[in-house]
């Protein structure tokens, strides 16, 4: 099969992008045949078709310059550029099937009208067909104002960093792209969550078209701790929506060391934190390699989520169980599927430093109790997020998405 992806960047920025070329290799290796599409990027991998990408384009922030500004805000409605490299990509390599990841803004679902006689399937990793600026958050707080269309509401509140003309044009985005059906031609989308795809039903986001589809997590190369371990391990952005300050703070009440991997806008603000309410309990790494990542996790006794917004399918969940490690995580999104309570790990509520450090105490005095869940965690990914099983579910996808596009009604 060829297999076309498109993802606005073409190289390891963030989950997405780690998803989408972690499922190229591995489809490649099962025989398909797979090429990209995405925007020019200095930091893209090296891509057969790169001659046809658009240009790059930085917006965020806006380009501060009024022509910056118009050529951003234009890129985001419609694209030509985009929609001519889809074309010529699809004429040259002729896919059987394209599978969409994270177009918005830079690329546009303009390139879905080269589309309209090639299956297409998208897989959604936030909440942008819902939300126009993707989180369900105002300000750091969980808000679903927009659901069901009401996309001024993001106007009136100035959910984008407090600005009324980057708020305005996400709404205008929203509400044009929804009225006029940019995004018709997906056959199916494919949901990491169960509560992702609910919210997209809820906001009546082609309901018939949602399919839940977990993320995997490849074991057979990843070294299971072999021992009790110590302290809490937080790997991620840092920034607002992911809770580390409450972890912070946590940590300091439950008086456990605490390694954090990542970097992000609060990075300054959490060190400073940590120094005055946890001082020499914290240990800022950076951002380090996914092997030095695995590497902090085995080490330590607990991984933390103690994110404050609707998470996807966090895959920082499913690395720890990869490595035998339990997870104390928010009971909010999409998170309570992956942790079974005092199985693998434990829920407990958004913004509560002191449930949170109350638990991280508890596996802390309980190292052995806490390695037991960590193996129970590593047989959870085996059994229900292996690469196989994830591999059947796209391919069961790819032919649900032909069968559609040549007419046949979809299976449910």
């Not at 906001?203 to 371990?229: C, I, N, Y």
């Amino acid at each position: 099969m060829r297999v076309l992806h498109v993802n606005k960047f073409l190289y390891r920025r963030g989950g997405a992008e780690s998803y989408m070329l972690d499922l190229a290799e591995f489809q490649q290796a099962a025989g398909h045949t797979v090429e990209f599409f995405a925007m020019d990027h200095p930091k893209n991998l090296p891509a057969r078709y790169e001659r046809y990408f658009p240009g790059n384009v930085e917006l965020e922030p806006m380009p501060s310059s009024l022509f910056g500004k118009a050529q951003g805000a234009g890129r985001l409605i419609f694209s030509p550029s985009a929609l001519l490299g889809m074309t010529r990509v699809v004429r040259d390599f002729k896919p059987d099937v394209v599978h969409l990841h994270n177009i918005y803004h830079q690329l546009s679902p303009s390139i879905l009208r080269a589309l309209a006689s090639v299956p297409t399937v998208m897989t959604l990793h936030d909440y942008k067909l819902a939300c126009p600026t993707y989180r369900f958050l105002d300000k750091g707080q969980i808000c679903e104002a927009c659901l069901g269309g009401n996309f001024r509401k993001a106007l009136v509140k100035r959910c984008n960093r407090g600005s009324l003309a980057a708020s305005g044009l996400n709404a205008l985005e929203m509400r044009l792209h929804t009225t006029f059906g940019a995004y018709e031609p997906v056959q199916l989308f494919l949901c990491p969550s169960r509560f992702l795809a609910g919210k997209m039903r809820e906001a009546g986001v082609f309901p018939d078209r949602m399919r839940h589809l977990p993320h995997f997590v490849e074991t057979s190369g990843v070294e299971l701790k072999s021992q009790p371990g110590g302290g809490v391990v937080f790997a991620g952005r840092l920034s607002h929506e992911k809770g580390v300050d409450v972890l912070i703070e946590a940590a300091a009440i439950a008086g456990v060391h605490l390694d954090i991997a990542g970097e992000g806008p609060e990075t300054e603000s959490l060190k400073r934190l940590a120094e005055r309410l946890a001082d020499g309990l914290v240990t800022f790494h950076g951002r380090i390699s996914p092997a030095e990542v695995k590497e902090l996790l085995r080490a330590g006794a607990v991984a933390a989520l103690p994110a404050r917004w609707y998470e996807n399918q966090p895959l920082s969940v499913l690395d720890a169980y990869a490595c035998g490690v339990p997870v104390v995580g928010s009971n909010l999104g999409g998170i309570p599927e992956l942790i079974e309570e005092r199985v693998d790990g434990y829920l407990v509520p958004p913004d509560d430093p002191a449930e949170l450090g109350s638990r991280l105490r508890a596996i802390a005095d309980s190292a052995g109790g806490a390695y037991e869940m960590g193996l129970r965690g590593r047989r959870k990914v085996e059994e229900q997020f292996s690469v196989e099983r994830h591999l059947a579910g796209i391919d069961s996808a790819y032919t649900e998405a032909a069968m559609g596009r040549a007419g046949v009604p979809a299976t449910g």
